[in-house]
């Protein structure tokens, strides 16, 4: 696999060798043996979660603690003739108390039917049989010694998106740099005697979709991102004016009663500040509709404003000179999109019959892509419903899996086809049906 340190170390302007030259892909602990320069050319497609700022950020930040597990972070570095081209990070994952969405087990055996116990008493009631007979199965691969607890997750850490940023002078060796990293993990994997799960890759015809089916990885539904589509509005106005008069006129009273409340809202950049605020409000919200969060304490915040400087800022909603509420957006200028990445808010404050949730989640952030020029507001999972109405294109996202052992291809696969279609199956159940089966055509 390689060396153990990173060797490299380029400003990618050895062009012929990158046309021509072999490829090799190395795991690697950490990218400190690679320049900022070579960091800076490889994500300068400008991917969200796939930059120089976020990888740094990342080996400075206490992951364990922030997933609750036993986690460590790898980077396997694809490299032309000697010169780094391309990055893809790693999270070995284990531990019973591990973030759900990290962790096997929890996500496709037990928290889904906690979620629907808490959530949903009169459906789980009705559908107890069902989640009996996946705890037995559940059991049976214990028995069996499958595989439930150890895994390599190829993703970028702490989003939902497996990005991997290739250098410009190398895109036009894109699906040979892809094939070669995916059965350079799939020998690492084999070797350490762990499964591969890619997370959150949207849509099937993307040129990772594409390489991930050519490696025969299993396919499974995730869930769907929202996304609005920005490039046709000039102003604020013209997103308004792209409704209907019944929901434009809801979307108006929305704001209004919102401003009428004496909610404002401001822009900042050095979020850093508000840190000790934002923790309790992002707990709060997240343990609302999650059985499972991950621990961003104080010092997380200042890290993801210090870290990703002009790459994050954070919209604050106040009320009375106090803070009510906050979002915080993930910015890239070279692809002219930003993301919704962390939001919370307050459920003491006497505003509950105030709509000023919807400025914080969609109105102002809309105000703000188009101030900004940008082209897409991904608006991130869930309230499916609530997002379509205000202009939000539902994207599915697939995990992918690799099971170098028999014994887990035979007793996990067919459970996991099951399990997506049926996880397909209910999220489809509050999506229009103009939506239902339709693909995104490409990856974020």
Not at 153 to 163: A, D, G
Not at 172 to 188: G, I, K, N, S
Not at 253 to 260: E, F, G, L
Not at 368 to 383: D, F, N, Q, V
């Amino acid at each position: 696999m390689g060396p153990t340190v990173a060797r490299h170390d380029s400003t990618l302007d050895r062009f012929d060798k990158i046309e021509t030259g072999a490829l090799q892909t190395d795991i690697q602990p950490s990218l400190g043996g690679l320049s900022d320069d070579c960091l800076h050319a490889i994500g300068a497609d400008g991917g969200l979660f796939s930059n120089m700022r976020w990888y740094r950020m990342l080996e400075q930040l206490d992951l364990p603690a922030i997933t609750h597990g036993d986690v460590e972070l790898s980077f396997a570095i694809v490299s032309a003739g000697g010169t780094p081209i391309a990055i893809c990070p790693m999270l070995r994952a284990r531990g019973k108390s591990l973030y759900d969405l990290y962790n096997f087990r929890r996500h496709y055996f037990e928290s889904w039917i906690d979620h629907a116990r808490r959530f949903d008493p009169e459906l789980a009631k009705n559908n107890e049989s069902s989640f009996a007979f996946v705890a037995g199965y559940r059991r049976l691969l214990e028995v069996m010694k499958c595989s439930l607890d150890d895994f390599l997750i190829v993703f970028n850490p702490l989003s939902l998106r497996t990005q991997v940023p290739i250098a410009e002078v190398a895109l036009r060796r894109q699906p040979e740099v892809l094939a070669h990293l995916l059965t350079t993990l799939r020998r690492f994997a084999s070797q350490e005697g762990r499964p591969l799960w890619v997370m959150g890759v949207a849509g099937e015809t993307g040129p990772m979709a594409q390489a991930l089916d050519a490696a025969q990885f299993q396919r499974v539904f995730f869930t769907h991102d929202n996304r609005i589509d920005m490039s046709k509005f000039n102003r604020f106005e013209d997103y308004l004016q792209s409704f209907s008069s019944k929901p434009r006129y809801a979307m108006s009273r929305d704001m209004r009663r919102t401003a009428q409340a004496g909610v404002r809202f401001r822009w900042v950049e050095d979020f850093g500040r508000y840190a000790a605020g934002f923790s309790p409000l992002y707990l709060n919200t997240y343990t609302k509709y999650e059985t499972s969060v991950l621990d961003f304490t104080p010092n997380v915040w200042k890290d993801l404003s210090e870290s990703l400087q002009s790459n994050a800022q954070a919209l604050v909603a106040e009320h009375d000179g106090k803070l009510v509420g906050f979002h915080v957006f993930i910015m890239s200028d070279a692809r002219r999109e930003m993301c919704g990445y962390k939001i919370g808010r307050r459920y003491d404050c006497g505003l509950d019959r105030v709509p000023f949730y919807f400025s914080l989640g969609i109105y102002e952030p809309v105000r703000r892509a188009i101030e900004l020029g940008y082209h897409t507001y991904w608006m991130g999972p869930g309230a499916y419903e609530t997002k379509r109405r205000r202009g939000g294109e539902q994207i599915p996202l697939y995990n992918y899996f690799w099971f170098p052992r028999r014994r887990d291809r035979w007793m996990i696969q067919p459970y996991l086809e099951r399990y997506g279609e049926s996880a397909l199956s209910e999220q489809q159940k509050e999506l229009p049906v103009s939506v239902r089966g339709r693909n995104a055509p490409n990856e974020l």
